[in-house]
C-alpha cells in the first residue's frame, strides 16, 4: 500500500512502502512533511494495517522532513494502543528537525530509536 497525501501548498507527506517483513511487524516508511494537513492519512495507514493487531510497527522517519505538534499527537496516541504491542522508531537520530521535536516532547524516551529497520527488527 503506498497513500499519498498533499497537505499545505508547500506540504505532503507520503506513506512510501508498507513492509510486512514478518508475521505481526509492519514497517511504514514515511517521506515528506507530517503535521495537520497530512496526519490524518498517517493514522488512517496506521489503523487500516492495526486492525488485526500487530506485535511491532516501525515508522521509519529517515526522510520527515519536518514534523508538528500533530504529529507528536499521532505518536502520544500509539502509547498504550490497542492493537499495537510496540512502536519504534527509525532515523531520528539523523533527523535534526524530527530529533528537537522529540526531545522537547519527551517523547525520545518513550520510543526506540534505531539506526535502521533491520535494528529495530533485531
Known sequence: MTISSSGSPSGSICVSAVHRPSPGVVVLDLTGEL?????????????????DGIEHLVLDVRDVSFMASSGVGLLFGLLNRDGIAAVHLVGVHRNDQVRRVLDVSGLRLLFPDHGSVEDALA
Open 35 to 51: 503535521d495537520i494537513a497530512t496526519t490524518p492519512s498517517v493514522a488512517a495507514c496506521i489503523d487500516e494495517v492495526a486492525a
